[in-house]
């Protein structure tokens, strides 16, 4: 099973990217019902269609993302609606989150940070 996800010069754990990108399509939705915002961005893509506008943007802004998701999860921690088992759970995906990081900046793979 793989645990990272790689963009640019950023890596992380799969489960943090998956957390980023739909922080990234919330970001989309929300940024979207500004209509000036929209406007630009179908500029950029006058041919796509509204699911593919959306994909577009989370592909281009979901690492921007990855803070946020680590913060999110982190967060979680502290919620006593949250089951301990998804507790430990989230432990797990950030101790390797750190893990993956720590291997990617100070290796010769990839430099750059999430």
């Given at each position: 099973?793989?645990?990272?996800?790689?963009?640019?010069?950023?890596?992380?754990?799969?489960?943090?990217?998956?957390?980023?990108?739909?922080?990234?399509?919330?970001?989309?939705?929300?940024?979207?019902?500004?209509?000036?915002?929209?406007?630009?961005?179908?500029?950029?893509?006058?041919?796509?269609?509204?699911?593919?506008?959306?994909?577009?943007?989370?592909?281009?802004n979901?690492?921007?993302?990855i803070?946020?998701?680590?913060?999110?999860?982190?967060?979680?921690?502290?919620?006593?609606?949250?089951?301990e088992?998804?507790?430990?759970?989230?432990?797990?995906?950030?101790?390797q989150?750190?893990?993956?990081?720590g291997?990617y900046?100070?290796?010769?793979?990839?430099?750059?940070?999430?």
């Amino acid at each position: 099973m793989r645990t990272s996800q790689r963009t640019g010069d950023s890596v992380c754990h799969v489960k943090i990217a998956e957390v980023a990108k739909e922080a990234a399509g919330h970001l989309y939705d929300t940024m979207m019902m500004e209509d000036s915002f929209y406007k630009l961005w179908k500029q950029q893509y006058p041919d796509a269609n509204p699911k593919e506008l959306q994909r577009r943007f989370v592909d281009r802004n979901w690492s921007k993302c990855i803070d946020f998701a680590v913060a999110s999860l982190t967060v979680m921690l502290t919620k006593d609606d949250v089951p301990e088992s998804v507790k430990e759970e989230i432990m797990i995906v950030l101790e390797q989150n750190q893990s993956i990081r720590g291997k990617y900046v100070t290796g010769t793979q990839l430099h750059g940070q999430c």
